[in-house]
Structures are given as structure tokens and as C-alpha cells.
């Protein structure tokens, strides 16, 4: 439709606000609270317009445009509001921007500006209030709010985190944290939505303040660098260093993100300034790591890599890849083991958290990823949420759980021992003993089959196996769940019901699931459940493993798997190996045609059948359970090599370390947990020293003679593309206009592929599998009473390496803690704050405890992310015997006060 | 620490609501009210929110929006003294002064015993019985110096007195206030034995449209300001509507002037529950709600005794009158603000948040309480139904004058010997309106007719007033809720501006620019004017804001000081240039 806007004619669109077209038209209409993602509001009066036909003046950031609207914004009423307007506002005379943060990037500015008004003509008397500098990355100045409540709406409606709002009335209006707490001691977990939306400087970044003005810096847009949820962010860089984060603006609605970040992505990439950066080769000396150059460290590699593979054949060699570089990268990393080394002893940490995923439903399904998109939330009746703590590990994607529970009356089912966040707005919250999930999961298949709620027609059509997995189900009897699991029946039964007989119904889950000694069996039973009910190949349904780091989907994908080529492609089929052979220009028969080893038995087998590794950003001395074991055996092996950004727990143990680029510093793609593949262009100049893991890899490659080995994104990506049919759709302009693709993409004019087995599986049909119940490795006992689980926390990611560098995300979490129930704690008599032991059967460590309920009595939890306080010396390296993933999420523990003197088992502190 | 009684009692209290956020008002006022300091403290505050299920932000954001709500200790008696226009014009300045003296203690403040705190509020509703003071949720109205004294020394003694006020009124209608002097008139026999639920009976037995098409054809306008009909209102609910229908009854009733309500609910409480009975079957409501200020918590008392006797009875509940319709009623209580009268910012009231007005559209017959079709009545309007019903709608209309049908309750207040409420035809002439109020005291300067909401009259402009909506309108001024205010020659305009200004900034919810920036500068600007340190520029300032505060709001609350201001600085302007020349 079309409409004017002083007197100039306008496309409009139904469901357009008048203001909305006006912008898009380039036509200046001033709004002070109305923002995209926080809707219009109707509080700041800028806005307003006159109407032909309407009378009065009307906010246009509510004014649906209909056809033939004749808009005025010329007219002296309505500039007689947007003067006063901003007199009052400056009436107090606080609004001081000499030294502000917002100076050239103010919405009050820019208005006041316009109008010419330099001096308030109204003078007011007032006195200046105090800031709130209290939380560790965000200023709050309340002499500058000019009340617009777009933080309240963004906090309470967007990331709903729910910490702010307006308290008092009239003049005395202000914004409050929880019940008026200085925002550092208040609930908040400084996401910096706020801070994002705030038209104004009331409020600003603290570690930007006084960095460097708006003007002065240049956007830079990148994927972050933590978790699978792959949020897009604007860095604001000045002079080649980065200074802030804001979410990517520009199409926001299309990105997984949906405009957000959380506190990771808003505060943790400052690791990009940290001193500690790796900037030179380092070679093991006398015992110590001594800089060297490039050509004595890669000539050095090369030759040691050669000799191992000449004494000892190509499999003594493991190469671990990364899930934090790109997949042009993994690539290199997965053609140099398969095709210069002569292995296919390559993997990466998916190993220890999705492994189980990628095997599970590769085999029930025929295609180990997500089966639908984050943006489906909302479109579920319910969901089932289980082993995951969603708002801490996959903070942005918690939020929009809250959207779909909130605002589009989705009912959330919440399976976690603990009492998460998102158990809180759950309809139903289970708390199942840890590691009886097959029993649960079986048992709601057992009663929505007897019930008659599992859909016959789906089953026939598209599944096998039905009636062996049917007779399978009779072992897991309600009472036999409740005997297993803890589970009440009521409870089993109702979350039975509400999963099947909804219409459209999702599962989301993640290391709960997958990090378990059974872990396979239970991402079978998700599918099962997933299948029975028909909720495959739909819009809303699903099962949806949550992928936690930036691109371990990607590494994936690229077949840094010991058993795969990217795409999946099997290394024990000769057709595919001669593919890859040919392209690669290496002889089929040079390429180890057996499956490889695993990082988990890779790590078993150094000294023995692996002597020499070669690790690109990946960090197992912290990440790898069993840790004491684990640094055993590293020192086994005759050959390490560490490629990374930090000096790493690992690469402290290197015998050659290699500085490799941040994720800023390198141009390639990533994966997100929904098979999306989204673009990141190197934003930064990296310091003098590092170079380009992909030209690391190549250097070496080279040395080795392999002469063409490529070396950088671009010609790596081709290759990809070529050899891997569901990225061949896929190029790095398409990825930049369409906001990422998600695979499979088999063609460029291929839109990519939202849901995955729609009509059919991958495999064909789905299989449904008889699952025998098995209790986790290793369960309490007299000597150890206690259950310990470990896992993540919102503020820090993985091993810490960068999260820990980064000072507001330190500053928040200085030091580990294990959360220990109430009745516990009373019972050691173990206080709030206070230093204890836990010990299980590999090791011990001192940490802080944390007394909570949000763990259930009888039970323990420890974040990984504390090398000096690692919750990996405690875990049992008992592994899946199909995925060898590691059973992190149960064992044995023991918890004791700390001895005054110190603990002689403990890891020391890590050196600085 | 919240005691498992109350929490017990809040969650039977949001058993009631269809959803649970709706009970947070109420939860703070028991809990605060259970509370020996009067006040709800943090932890509890924080317990409440979770038992509600709303965030800590919102809760510590409703308690500090509500004047109702103390968030510091309050003595154990709290006198809260009605100081807004007609309490003024009553002597209310000094009943406080009285209070200072005796109480030893200034405005704000508590005796150091921990016995008593002395505040000012805004207007109470007694305009008839001013001044008045409310203390620990009861009313002591037609307060002298002397009565101060014997109320502060019964309160010593730890007795709470119970005095009946002495309220004038008068009826020439005899349909709102028929049993306003009745004994027993608050109990359903009395209303039943006069011919009682009979509307809602004859209702039952036609279809809702057919009701709807009565009191549209009876052109029954909306009497809580705005004149609205209520007819066309019901027929706004979007045809294939299928969520849940709501009808509010607005019992308010914060207007300074107005205190006509208060006298159906407290004395003829089953004629507003037969009007809303017939109304919501009329709209297709099963659920209604009484949204009633929380300054009248003793009438909501009332209302909710009358509303289990109705139930009782059958004529509230699953099934009325045996017909199979189902239609009940919850009483709510507000917590103090005025601009929870507005419909919107009722509706936020309701659902537990602080009372913001919303953007319109979408309008509240479309989407209201919890985003569904709500309708929201005013008591009057809803207490003139059964009439309509029992009547039809020709009776109503021969009642009034073209246009202005049926009777209306005017409340006079200020400067006449007997102030009260009085019921007359609509289009009845002013001066017979304050000839039943006993005549003005003093010699006549001024008169606001609707409300502090609608411009001023002169003594001059008045003498050939008529009382209806439209009358008024041609006079330059608004009917609105027909609470007239009498002001002689005694009262300083300026005065009145300022004090007229300042309740509206009291109350301004805060959400838009112009007023709640605009409202307190003008409060500064007339503050100086008033003081005698006023300037030129300052008076400019003032009618600049009020012409562009001027249909700049939010809500009409912009309008509702603006114009008025503008007027009186007008039509009295000499008043405001002395002290500036001088």
C-alpha cells in the first residue's frame, strides 16, 4: 500500500507502524522508547504525528498505516511536543555528556540537536544522584534515564531475566534491580541487553568507559567464540583493538541470536587483549619451553612427526582437532592425519560431550545433528527439556525457552536432578536420580504405548523394529521407573500424557543425556520417544541435541571423527576413501582404511599404541576426566605438540607449543547447533608472531611432503565443498547474504534444509531400539556416599582458557565451587563460603562450597571450568562402549572440611 | 517471615483470579495489614513474589507505585488527613495543624512512642463529610478541632471510636438512592421486599442481545466521566470473539469532587450486583469484577457480605435464577491511585502490575483483562440497568432531557451548608442543585461542575447551567462525574491551581514525558508564583506547558490538569499576575 508522509509518498506494508515506513523512507520522526525488539511503548511522546482525518496527535510507533494515510510531521503542534519534550527532559540540567560514554551515539542528543536546543530554557531545581558502578560490567547512571523502559521491557520481555523495573510513581519514577539492589548485588547476570537498547548514556559498558568514543571505532561483525548457539556480534574495534560488543543489529530477527548476547559473548571476548597471549613458537629445552623461531619449530615438528611415523607406523600418531577453529580449519587438521600422516587417529572434544549424540541417532535416524532450528520454540505445544541447564550453557537460547513458555504458552517439561532456572517456569519438574534416564525415558514410552498415545500410522509408515522395541517396554513398568529413577508414577504418567498427546512436541537435551556410560542408550531412547510420538520431519518437533561449543557441530561435520570423512562419509568405504585419495592427490591404499582411535582412547593408549600427538586448540588436562590419569599418560608420550592462543593447562606440558590466531584474527565458517553455517571474517590484526592455524597446518604438511597442501580458507573451502554434498550448496557469499545456511545444502540454489527428516529419515526409516536398563559406572557407597555430577556455569566456558582471561567474567567468578545441599552442609557441619575437600577415587581437589537446594540432598555439582580446582581429577573415565564418551555426569564422591594446612593431593595453583 | 496463615489465606485469595499475578495487591495489603509495623519489609515482600509468581523487581515495583502501600514502619495509628480541594475548603487545614499540635509531630512524621504518624493524602471520597481522616483503614469524617481532641484521646487509650458520619443527601428520582435512608438496606430481604433481582430475572428471559439493544435504545450514558453510551460500549465485543468476556465494575472513584459511588455500594450494595449480573450476562461475562479503591476497604466489606447473600440465593454463581448462566463476581481493592480509574490502568491494576494506562488501540472490549474482551462500567451506570430492565427503556428515557437520560447522582461539596449527594434528572438546573445542598456559604466566586478534572466556572457563567452532559459542553466545561465544588470568594485561584496541580503530580503514574516532567515543573513554576517569588517567564512557562501538554499524553490524565490550569489562569488571570507585579 502506499501512504504520504508530509506530502511525500511512501510503500508501506499491513502491520507496519507509520514510524516504521517513515524510517524506511529516510524521513526523521525522533523516538526515544520505542525499539524493534522492544515494541512500541508510547512513553517518550517523540513520536507523535498529526493524521488527516484523525484527530489530535497520534504516537506513531503505534499507528498501524493503512492505505491513503495522509501523515503530517511538519506541522508547529507537533514540533511544539518534540521541543518540550526535550526541554523537560533537560530541564534538570543533569544531562551532562562532555565525558559520557553515549556522547555521538545518543538518541537525546541527536533530537536536541535537531531542534537546536543547546540550553534547557526551563530550569528545575535538582540534585545529582549517585551511579551504580556496583556490577562488574555495566555503569548505571540514573541522572541520565530519561524513563523510556526499554531496559525494563528488554530485561523482562526479551532475555527475561526479569531483574528490572520501575519503582515509585511520578517525578520519583526511577529503574530498579530486583528491589531497588545496586544492580551488582541484584539477580542481574549482565547479559548488557540493557546497555544495548538504552537510547541514552544512563546506560554503558564499564570496561568501554573511556576507551574510546562511538566515532572513533569501526564495526567488525563475528560469530562468537563460545557456545552452539552462535550468537552474531558487532566488535566495536579502535585501532585494531577490540573494545566492546554489541549484538548484531542488521536482521537480527534472522539470527540465531535474535539480537541478544549474554554475558559471554557481551564481556568475555576481552581475552582478545589479554597479555598472556602465545606470541612466539616455544620448544622444550632443558626441561623449560624457550622461544624459538617459526622455521626451528615447524622444521622440528615435522621431523619428530616423520620419525615416530617411520618407527612406529601412522597410527602411533594422534591428531586432535578443535571445535573453536573453523571448519575450514578441522578440515586441514582431518586431511593432514588421513592423507599426510597416514591416519585416521583424528578427533576432537565432541568426543566428550555430543559423542553419544553423533552415534545414537546417526544409527536410529541415519543423521547425527539437530533435527530442527532454535527458532521453533515457540511453535511446540511442549517441550521436553533434559540434561540441560539451558540459561547458563546456552544462555541466549534459555531466553527464548522463556519466550515460548511465557508469551506463547508453550508447557515446558523440565528432567534435571537439579532445580535449573527454566524448572522454575516449568510446568512439570522432574528430579530423576542421576544417570536413570533410560529407565524414565523407556518408562514414558512404556505408558504412552499402554495408553494408546503413540501414533500407529507415523510407526508403520516411517519406523522398523516396532514390535522387538514393543516387548522391550515391558520391563519399565512405573513402578520399575520409580524403583530406578526416583520418579513418582503420578509424575511419570503426567509427563507422559503431556508429551504425547500434545500435538507438537520437542526434546532438547545435552550433556545430562549424552555424558553417561550408557549415553548412547539414552539418546536412543530420546529418539524412541521422539518417534513414537510422531514428532519427526515436523515444524515444532524434534530432537534436539544442544551443541555446546562455537563449532564442535562443525568439526563434526568436517569428519575430525576417527571414523568418518566430513559429511559423514565412512573411512572403511573404499569408494569414498578413493574419492577423498584422488582429490587429495595421495594413493588410496596410503590411507588407513580401518577406524581410528577416539581422544578418550587415544589418551589411553599413550606410551603404548600412540606415541606422539598433535593438539590444535583443545586443552584435555582440564577438559578430560580423570585428570591425574590423564596427566600420566600425556607424559608418556615421546612427541606433544600444542597449537593454541593461551599457555594452556596442555600446552604447558608440550614439547613444542605453536601461537595460533583467535577467532577474530582468522577468516572461515562455523557451524552452529542447528546445522547452521554462518560466516566470520577476521576482524582484528593479529600481534606480531602468530600465524593462521590453517598455514600452521600446511607449513608442517609441507615439511612432511606433502608440497600442495592447501593453506588457506578460501581454496580449504572449495575443497569442502567439493568433497562434501551437503555443504556443496554453500559459499561464503551466500553465507553472508542469507544469514548462514543450514546443511544439508546440496546446490547453490538450495535454500538450505530448517528440518531434517521430513517425509523420511536419512536411514530410510527410523529404527526404534530395545534398550536394556544399565545403572551408571560407578554409584555410591559407604566410602564415597555422595553423588557428584559436574558441568558448566553461566559465567565461564569449558577449561577457561579464554573465559578466565577475560576480567569482567573473572571478575564475576573469580574461583571454582562445589554446590552442596543444605541438610548436607549442616550435616558436615560445612558452611556457607567455606574451603572443602572432595575426594572420589582418582583425586582431590579444595574448592569453596556453595550451599544451595538447587542441588537435591545427597548430591554434588562442580563447574569444570577451575584448572586449580579441577572437577576433572574427580571424574571417572568410565566410557560409552560405542561412543567412548566419558560418564562425567556420575560418580562416587566424598566431601570433607578443608585441613588447615593445605592439601598435599590437590593440584597446585596454577601458575599465572 | 510471611506466617503460614497468610499464606494460606493469599493463595484462597488467588484461587479467585484466573490468573495467580492478580493477587499481588491484595497479598501486600494482608501481609501489610497482618504486619504490627504496617508495612511489608523486603524478605517478606520477596517471599510474596514468589508465592505469586511475579519477579522481585515487579513486586518491589507495585508496593512503591501504590500510595497505600508503606514501605518504611508506620505507627500504630496512621492518620492519613484528606487535605485536597473540598476537604480544604471544609477546614481540613486546620484539622492538620490541630493534629501538629496535640501529636506534636510534623506532616510526615511519627510520635516518638512508636503511637501515632500524621500524613496528608489526596481526596478520600467523603467530599460530603470533610474533613475527614482515614485511619488504619477507617474513615472519622465531619472532624472538628474539638472532636480532634477526644478522637486522639480515645486512640491513646488504644479504642478505635465508632462514629457514624453525618452525611446529607436527597433524592428526586428515588431509583439510585431509594433506599439510601432505609434501614437493613445494605441486606438482600430489604432489596428483594422491594422488588428486587426482578430485572434480572426479566433479563434472563430475553436474549443478551436483546438486553444489549434495551439499555443502547435507553442511551444510558457512562457515568464515571466520560458519557460514553454504555450500549454501544457493550456491542464493541468483537463478533466471533472465543476467549473469556470480563466486565469491570470502576468503583474507583478517586475523582476530587466525587462521592457519589460510594453511596449505592455502601448502602445499596444488590442494586450495583443486579446491574452487574445483568450486564455481564447481557456482554457474555461469567466472571465480573468490583475494582474498588482501597481507601473503601469497609464498603468492599459490605460488597462482599452482599455478594455471598446474592450467591446464596442464586442470583450470582453457577446457575442464576435456575436459568443455567453463570456470572460471579470478585471484589477487588485497590491500593491507592487515582489513575487506576482510568479503564486501562485499571485493568494493569488488576492483573498485579502498577497502574499504567495503556496505549489504545487495542481497546479494552477487544483486548483487556489478561488480553481478553473486557468491559468496564462505572457503578452509577451499572446501578441505573435494573431500572432500564424492570422499566424499558422509553420509562429511562422520559427521565432527563434529549440525549441525557435517567437520573444522575450529583455530589456537592465545598462552600454550601450542607454538602452531600443529591439526585436529580440529568439537565437539572444547577441552581436547584445547590439550593437541596442548603445554598453557598458566603458569596459565590466559582464552581467546577464535574470533577477537578473539567474547567472552572464563574459565578457568572454558572447562574443558567444546566446539569447534563451536553449542556455542559456548550458552557465550555465537561458534566464528567458530576461532583460539584463550591468555592466562594474566600478561595485564592492560584491557590487552587497550585493545589490542583499538585495532586496531579501525585498521582501521575510517571510513564510519559510531559506529565510526569511537565506536572512537577509546573508544580515548581506555580509553587514560586504562589510564594511570591514567581516571574514573568515563570507564568509564560506554565500556560506553555499546559498548551503542549495538551494532547501530548499518554491518557487523558494530560488533559485532565491541562485545561483546567489553562482555564483557570485565564478566566482569573489578574489573580496570577499580583503577586508577580508586587
Redesign the interface.
Given at each position: 500500500m502506499e501512504i504520504t508522509i508530509d506530502g511525500r509518498t511512501c510503500k508501506a506494508r499491513p502491520g507496519q507502524t507509520v514510524l516504521q515506513v517513515a524510517r524506511e523512507n529516510g524521513i526523521y520522526i525522533p523516538s526515544?522508547c520505542y525499539h524493534p525488539r522492544t515494541g512500541?511503548?508510547?512513553?517518550?511522546?517523540?513520536c507523535?504525528v498529526e493524521v488527516e482525518g484523525m484527530q489530535?496527535?497520534k504516537?506513531s510507533c503505534?499507528l498501524d498505516v493503512k492505505e491513503g494515510m495522509a501523515v503530517r510531521t511538519d506541522t508547529r503542534?507537533v514540533t511544539?511536543?518534540r521541543?518540550?519534550?526535550v526541554e523537560?527532559?533537560l530541564?534538570d540540567g543533569q544531562h551532562q555528556c562532555i565525558a559520557c560514554q553515549a556522547n555521538g551515539h545518543c538518541e537525546l542528543q541527536d533530537m536536541a540537536y535537531r531542534l537546536g536546543i543547546e540550553r534547557p530554557?526551563?530550569r528545575?531545581?535538582s540534585e545529582p544522584e549517585p551511579l551504580d558502578e556496583s556490577s562488574e560490567g555495566i555503569v548505571r547512571d540514573p541522572n541520565k534515564c530519561?524513563?523510556c523502559?526499554r531496559c525494563v521491557n528488554a530485561c523482562?520481555n526479551t532475555v527475561m531475566h526479569?531483574?528490572?523495573?520501575?519503582?515509585?510513581?511520578?517525578?520519583?519514577?526511577k529503574v530498579?534491580?530486583?528491589?531497588?539492589k545496586p544492580m551488582g548485588e541484584s539477580?542481574c547476570v549482565q547479559c548488557g541487553e540493557c546497555v544495548q537498547v538504552c537510547p541514552v548514556g544512563a546506560l554503558v559498558f564499564k570496561p568501554a568507559k573511556g576507551r574510546g568514543r562511538w566515532w572513533e571505532t569501526e564495526k567488525k561483525t563475528v560469530i562468537c567464540p563460545y557456545c552452539g548457539v552462535g550468537c552474531s556480534i558487532d566488535m566495536h574495534v579502535k585501532d585494531g583493538r577490540y573494545l566492546w560488543a554489541m549484538a548484531t543489529e542488521d536482521n537480527w530477527e534472522k539470527l540465531p541470536g535474535q539480537g541478544m548476547l549474554c554475558v559471554k559473548g557481551r564481556f568475555g571476548l576481552e581475552f582478545l587483549n589479554s597479555p598472556d597471549r602465545l606470541t612466539s613458537p616455544l620448544i622444550r629445552r632443558n626441561g623449560n619451553l624457550e622461544p624459538a623461531s617459526w622455521d626451528e619449530a615447524l622444521d622440528l615438528v615435522a621431523k619428530r612427526l616423520k620419525e615416530i611415523k617411520g618407527k612406529h607406523g601412522p597410527g602411533a600418531i594422534g591428531c586432535f582437532a578443535s571445535a573453536k577453529v573453523t571448519n575450514e580449519e578441522n578440515f586441514a587438521m582431518m586431511r593432514f592425519a588421513r592423507a599426510v600422516v597416514g591416519t585416521n587417529n583424528v578427533d576432537h572434544c565432541a568426543r566428550l560431550c555430543h559423542a553419544s549424540t553423533v552415534a545414537g541417532l546417526a544409527t536410529t535416524l541415519g543423521s547425527g545433528a539437530m533435527t530442527n532450528t532454535m527458532q521453533e520454540a515457540a511453535k511446540s505445544e511442549v517441550i521436553l527439556l533434559t540434561g540441560t541447564n539451558t540459561t547458563w550453557c546456552h544462555p541466549v537460547f534459555g531466553g527464548l525457552i522463556k519466550q515460548a513458555v511465557r508469551k506463547h504458552g508453550v508447557k515446558l517439561i523440565v528432567v534435571d536432578p537439579r532445580e535449573i532456572d527454566l524448572a522454575k517456569i516449568a510446568h512439570l519438574h522432574i528430579r530423576q536420580k542421576n544417570g536413570s534416564d533410560v529407565a524414565w525415558l523407556m518408562g514414558m514410552q512404556h505408558v504412552i504405548v499402554r495408553e494408546g498415545w503413540h501414533k500407529l500410522d507415523y510407526i508403520n509408515e516411517r519406523c522398523e523394529g516396532w514390535e522387538e522395541y514393543r516387548k522391550s517396554l515391558e520391563f519399565y513398568t512405573p513402578e520399575k521407573v520409580e524403583e530406578l529413577s526416583g520418579i513418582p508414577k503420578e509424575r511419570l504418567y503426567e509427563a507422559a500424557r503431556l508429551f504425547a498427546t500434545a500435538k507438537r512436541a520437542a526434546i532438547y537435551f545435552s550433556m545430562g543425556i549424552t555424558q553417561s556410560s550408557h549415553g548412547v542408550d539414552n539418546v536412543k531412547a530420546c529418539a524412541n520417544l521422539a518417534m513414537i510420538t510422531g514428532n519427526l520431519g515436523v515444524e515444532g518437533g524434534g530432537i534436539n541435541p544442544l551443541r555446546g561449543q562455537s563449532n564442535v557441530q562443525g568439526a563434526c561435520d568436517m569428519g575430525a571423527l576417527p571414523n568418518v570423512f566430513s559429511g559423514y562419509q565412512a573411512v572403511t568405504d573404499e569408494t569414498v576413501r578413493r574419492k577423498f585419495a584422488a582429490r587429495w592427490g595421495v594413493k588410496p591404499e596410503a590411507m588407513d582404511a580401518k577406524v581410528g582411535l577416539t581422544v578418550t582412547t587415544m589418551i589411553e593408549g599413550c606410551g603404548e599404541s600412540i606415541k606422539a600427538a598433535y593438539i590444535m586448540g583443545e586443552n584435555p588436562m582440564v577438559s578430560d576426566p580423570n585428570l591425574n590419569h590423564v596427566e600420566t599418560q600425556l607424559k608418556k608420550l615421546d612427541f606433544l605438540v600444542v597449537q593454541d592462543i593461551f599457555p594452556t593447562e596442555t600446552a604447558r606440558m608440550a614439547d613444542v607449543v605453536l601461537p595460533g590466531m583467535t577467532f577474530a584474527e582468522k577468516t572461515g565458517c562455523y557451524t552452529n547447533t542447528e546445522r547452521r553455517v554462518q560466516l566470520g571474517r577476521a576482524a582484528l590484526t593479529p600481534p606480531p608472531g602468530p600465524k593462521q592455524d590453517s598455514e600452521i597446518i600446511a607449513e608442517i604438511a609441507r615439511r612432511i611432503g606433502a608440497a600442495d597442501f592447501p593453506s588457506t580458507p578460501e581454496s580449504l573451502f572449495a575443497e569442502i565443498r567439493d568433497l562434501t554434498p551437503s555443504y556443496h550448496g554453500i559459499t561464503y557469499e551466500r553465507m553472508e547474504k542469507e544469514c548462514g545456511l543450514r546443511w544439508p545444502c546440496p546446490s547453490e540454489d538450495h535454500p538450505g534444509t530448517p528440518i531434517l527428516h521430513i517425509g523420511k529419515f536419512a536411514r530410510g526409516k527410523g529404527l526404534l531400539s530395545p534398550i536394556a536398563y544399565r545403572p551408571p559406572a560407578e554409584e555410591p557407597d559407604d566410602q564415597y556416599p555422595m553423588r557428584l555430577s559436574t558441568g558448566r556455569i553461566l559465567q565461564h566456558y569449558h577449561t577457561g582458557s579464554m573465559s578466565r582471561r577475560a576480567p569482567v567474567l573473572d571478575g564475576l567468578v573469580p574461583h571454582g565451587m562445589v554446590e552442596i545441599h543444605p541438610n548436607d552442609a549442616s550435616r558436615l557441619k560445612v558452611k556457607e563460603g567455606e574451603k572443602v575437600r572432595v575426594l572420589t577415587r582418582r583425586g582431590t581437589i579444595e574448592t569453596q562450597a556453595l550451599v544451595t537446594d538447587r542441588v537435591a540432598e545427597g548430591s554434588l555439582f562442580i563447574p569444570f571450568h577451575f584448572a586449580e580446582a579441577a572437577a576433572n581429577r574427580l571424574t571417572i573415565d568410565a566410557l560409552d562402549p560405542v561412543a567412548k564418551i566419558p560418564e562425567y555426569k556420575v560418580c562416587a564422591a566424598r566431601v570433607e572440611k578443608a585441613a588447615p594446612g593445605g592439601c598435599d593431593d590437590c593440584p597446585k595453583e596454577a601458575a599465572s | 517471615m510471611i506466617s503460614a496463615s497468610l499464606r494460606k489465606r493469599i493463595e484462597t485469595v488467588a484461587a479467585r483470579y484466573p490468573r495467580r499475578e492478580s493477587a499481588l495487591l491484595p497479598a501486600i495489603a494482608m501481609a501489610q495489614h497482618a504486619s504490627k509495623e504496617h508495612f511489608v519489609p523486603r524478605e517478606d515482600l520477596a517471599e510474596i513474589a514468589k508465592l505469586v509468581g511475579v519477579s522481585a523487581a515487579r513486586a518491589y515495583g507495585v508496593q512503591t507505585y501504590y500510595t497505600m502501600f508503606n514501605t518504611k514502619p508506620v505507627g500504630k495509628y496512621h492518620l492519613q488527613v484528606d487535605t485536597n480541594i473540598p476537604a480544604t475548603l471544609a477546614g481540613a487545614g486546620g484539622i492538620v495543624e490541630r493534629l501538629q499540635a496535640v501529636l506534636g509531630v510534623g506532616v510526615g512524621e511519627t510520635t516518638p512512642d512508636g503511637m501515632f504518624t500524621l500524613s496528608t493524602v489526596e481526596d478520600l471520597g467523603s467530599c460530603g463529610t470533610v474533613p475527614a481522616i482515614q485511619i488504619n483503614g477507617r474513615y472519622y469524617e465531619n472532624m472538628t478541632a474539638e472532636k480532634t481532641d477526644r478522637l486522639v484521646e480515645s486512640l491513646r487509650k488504644g479504642e478505635m471510636p465508632d462514629w457514624k458520619p453525618n452525611s446529607h443527601f436527597g433524592s428526586q428520582c428515588r431509583i439510585l438512592l431509594r433506599r439510601r435512608d432505609t434501614p437493613d438496606s445494605t441486606l438482600i430481604r430489604t432489596y428483594v421486599k422491594d422488588g428486587g433481582y426482578e430485572a434480572l430475572r426479566r433479563a434472563l428471559e430475553k436474549k443478551p442481545e436483546e438486553v444489549v439493544a434495551e439499555v443502547k435504545n435507553a442511551l444510558l450514558r457512562g457515568r464515571g466521566g466520560a458519557g460514553f453510551p454504555a450500549g454501544v460500549k457493550w456491542g464493541f465485543i468483537p463478533k466471533n470473539n472465543t476467549k473469556p468476556v470480563y466486565l469491570i465494575c470502576n468503583a474507583d472513584e478517586g475523582e476530587p469532587g466525587t462521592f457519589k459511588d460510594r453511596q449505592i455500594m455502601e448502602f445499596d450494595p444488590h442494586l450495583l450486583i443486579e446491574g452487574m449480573a445483568i450486564a455481564g450476562y447481557a456482554v457474555g461475562s461469567k466472571l465480573g469484577f468490583i475494582y474498588i479503591r482501597g481507601e473503601f476497604s469497609p464498603i468492599a466489606d459490605i460488597l462482599e457480605k452482599a455478594v455471598a447473600e446474592a450467591r446464596k440465593q442464586r442470583f450470582l454463581g453457577k446457575d442464576l435464577c435456575g436459568k443455567g448462566i453463570a456470572f460471579d463476581i470478585v471484589v477487588h481493592r485497590g491500593a491507592g491511585s487515582y489513575v487506576c480509574g482510568e479503564e486501562t490502568a485499571l485493568i494493569e491494576s488488576l492483573e498485579g502490575k502498577r497502574g499504567n494506562p495503556r496505549l489504545r488501540p487495542p481497546f479494552p472490549a477487544v483486548a483487556g483483562l489478561y488480553g481478553c474482551p473486557t468491559i468496564v462500567n462505572n457503578v452509577e451506570t451499572l446501578s441505573c440497568v435494573p431500572y432500564i430492565l424492570l422499566n424499558g427503556s422509553e420509562a429511562f428515557k422520559r427521565i432527563g432531557t434529549p440525549h441525557n437520560y435517567g437520573p444522575k447522582l450529583f455530589g456537592v461539596s465545598g462552600h454550601v451548608h450542607r454538602p452531600g449527594v443529591y439526585e436529580y434528572p440529568l439537565g437539572v438546573p444547577l441552581s436547584e442543585v445547590l439550593a437541596a445542598a442548603g445554598g453557598v456559604k458566603g458569596k459565590l466566586k466559582a464552581v467546577i461542575v464535574g470533577g477537578l478534572s473539567v474547567p472552572i466556572l464563574t459565578a457568572e457563567e454558572c447562574a443558567d447551567l444546566k446539569l447534563d452532559y451536553d449542556s455542559c459542553i456548550r458552557h465550555g466545561t465537561m458534566l464528567g462525574s458530576g461532583g460539584v465544588m463550591v468555592m466562594n470568594d474566600t478561595v485564592r485561584i492560584p491557590w487552587l491551581a497550585l493545589r490542583t496541580i499538585e495532586f496531579y503530580a501525585h498521582e501521575s503514574c510517571g510513564q510519559c514525558t510531559p506529565c510526569r516532567e511537565g506536572s512537577n515543573a509546573i508544580v515548581e513554576l506555580l509553587r514560586r508564583i504562589v510564594g511570591g517569588r514567581g516571574t514573568v517567564r515563570d507564568l509564560e512557562q506554565v500556560l506553555w506547558l499546559c498548551g503542549t501538554i495538551k494532547g501530548s499524553t499518554l491518557c487523558p490524565a494530560g488533559n485532565a490538569y491541562a485545561i483546567p490550569l489553562e482555564v483557570m489562569i485565564r478566566k482569573f488571570r489578574g489573580e496570577f499576575d499580583a503577586p508577580i507585579r508586587s
Open positions: 526515544l512500541r511503548a508510547g512513553r517518550c511522546r517523540a507523535v489530535g496527535l504516537e503505534a503542534a511544539a511536543v521541543r518540550m519534550v523537560l527532559l530541564a530554557s526551563l528545575l531545581a530519561v524513563q523502559g523482562n526479569e531483574v528490572l523495573d520501575f519503582a515509585w510513581r511520578s517525578g520519583h519514577a530498579v534491580c530486583d528491589d531497588d539477580s | -
